[in-house]
T-cell receptor
Framework: ELKVEQNPLFLSMQEGKNYTIYCNYS?????LYWYRQDPGKSLESLFV?????AVKQEGRLMASLDTKARLSTLHITAAVHDLSATYFC????????????FGSGTQLTVLP | GAVVSQHPSWVICKSGTSVKIECRSL??????MFWYRQFPKQSLMLMAT?????????EQGVEKDKFLINHASLTLSTLTVTSAHPEDSSFYIC????????????FGPGTRLTVL
């Protein structure tokens, strides 16, 4: 059974600071997704990582994938309040986006 | 592109009644859709995979007679919660597989179900 672990579960940080969220998974996969969820809302796709060594950046967020280490990171640079949300990683064990296993989520609060 | 809608956005019903939730792909055809359930402060749990024109595949522990799924067209899947009870109160999210270049699930806005 595929297990996906995110840490930390809760993160409170000051504006302007940097931090990294980690997503570890237990079986081989080379497809991983990062999503953002605002309270009461559904998931917004942030990044799709499709191969070992993939790195994608959008604004203050950068995601990377190391399939050998079974690890993905979501790095936050110079955090701003608007980034406050819950972030989920999801690992695709089917190779075709047909079976996603989600991490438990990281609730990020950026303080002014 | 790749817009998925759900209806209703929220519903409150009495215990014992049935509730139907619709999931539509608005600008693409989706042969496969997925239904997830999310309890407060928790992650998404896959309930079932809905395939157009065939029976849904349910995850272990999900009662197929309680959560009826119908995927009668390439743009519509429905989830009916039958004889709902308070413990069925949750946030239900559907997604649709796009079939685009690298295939990706796009998520609907979710339906908040409260059973009194």
């Amino acid at each position: 059974e595929l297990k996906v672990e995110q840490n930390p579960l809760f993160l409170s940080m000051q504006e302007g600071k940097n931090y990294t969220i980690y997503c570890n998974y237990s079986t081989t996969s080379d497809r991983l997704y990062w999503y953002r969820q605002d309270p009461g809302k559904s998931l917004e796709s942030l990044f799709v990582l499709l191969s070992n060594g993939a790195v994608k950046q959008e604004g203050r967020l950068m995601a990377s994938l190391d399939t050998k280490a079974r690890l993905s990171t979501l790095h936050i640079t110079a955090a701003v309040h608007d980034l406050s949300a819950t972030y989920f990683c999801a690992v695709d064990s089917s190779g075709s986006a047909r079976q996603l296993t989600f991490g438990s989520g990281t609730q990020l609060t950026v303080l002014p | 592109g790749a817009v998925v809608s759900q209806h209703p956005s929220w519903v409150i019903c009495k215990s014992g009644t049935s509730v139907k939730i619709e999931c539509r792909s608005l600008d693409f055809q989706a042969t496969t859709m997925f239904w997830y359930r999310q309890f407060p402060k928790q992650s998404l749990m896959l309930m079932a995979t809905s395939n157009e024109g065939s029976k849904a595949t349910y995850e272990q522990g999900v009662e197929k007679d309680k959560f009826l799924i119908n995927h009668a067209s390439l743009t519509l899947s429905t989830l009916t919660v039958t004889s709902a009870h308070p413990e069925d109160s949750s946030f239900y999210i559907c997604s649709a597989l796009t079939g685009f270049v690298h295939n990706e699930q796009f998520f609907g806005p979710g339906t908040r179900l409260t059973v009194l």
